[in-house]
């Protein structure tokens, strides 16, 4: 294990609904971040955190809200998505947020939008 | 524009056989290089590093090399196993936060019996 837990796994919603994606972290680690992954193309970052503290939004549109209570806790709260928004959401940690630092991720959350 | 390349997109090798992943980058300037090991239906996981002033580095039967000049990069897999059946994928980052990351798009390798 990574040390970083994300639920749940896998999630169907239809594009009226409203879910979030938790992320928790147990590596003491004060960076986290959303990675959204879909087929044959690379990871997009969409949020950074540091310190409890928003530091990088990625133009992400405004249906994917984040909330960081603390250091240790990341969620990802998603209303009225499209079906594009369908991929693996990947949650991730590093120390302190610095130059090349070693991202641990978690499992992914595989979202299907209908 | 920042870009990461990995060729092939996917391979199949039989157990035992070795193989060379490669990742061209132009990330410039450049801070170092990962190599991250995807299996299926879970998150990617850092297999190395390489800072500039590096040429070779292993873990266990995996050895990435650099060259910073030509902006390349190989994962060679020895002695493959089943378990190594998983998508690789290279990772390039610039100065600046750990956000500043250029990922590639993977090479999925499959190894069968």
């Known amino acids: 294990e990574t040390g970083v837990t994300q639920t749940p796994r896998h999630l169907v919603m239809g594009m009226t609904n409203k879910k979030s994606l938790k992320c928790e972290q147990h590596?003491?680690?004060?960076?986290m971040y959303w990675y959204k992954q879909s087929a044959k193309k690379p990871l997009e970052l969409m949020f950074v955190?540091?310190?409890?503290?928003?530091?990088e939004n990625n133009s992400v549109p405004s249906r994917f809200s984040p909330e960081c209570p603390n250091s240790s806790h990341l969620f990802l709260h998603l209303h009225t998505l499209q079906p594009e928004d369908s991929a693996l959401y990947l949650c991730?940690?590093?120390?302190?947020?610095?130059?090349?630092?070693?991202?641990?991720f978690g499992s992914g959350t595989q979202l299907s939008v209908l | 524009k920042n870009q990461v390349e990995q060729s092939p997109q996917s391979l199949i090798i039989l157990e035992g056989k070795n193989c060379t992943l490669q990742?061209?980058?132009?990330?410039?300037?450049?801070?170092?290089l990962r190599w991250y090991k995807q299996d299926t239906g879970r998150g990617p996981v850092s297999l190395t590093i390489?800072?500039?002033?590096?040429n070779t580095k292993s873990n266990g039967r995996y050895t990435a090399t650099l060259d910073a000049d030509t902006k390349q990069s190989s994962l060679h897999i020895t002695a493959s196993q089943l378990s190594d059946s998983a998508s690789y994928i290279c990772?390039?980052?610039?100065?600046?936060?750990?956000?500043?990351?250029?990922f590639g798009t993977g090479t999925r390798l499959q190894v069968t019996l």
């Open positions: 990772v390039v980052s610039g100065p600046g936060t750990a956000s500043k990351l250029t």
């Open positions: 955190y540091n310190f409890k503290e928003q530091t």
């Open positions: 590596l003491g680690h004060n960076a």
């Open positions: 990742c061209n980058y132009t990330v410039s300037p450049f801070s170092n």
């Open positions: 390489m800072t500039f002033s590096e």
């Open positions: 991730a940690s590093s120390q302190d947020g610095g130059r090349g630092e070693k991202l641990f």
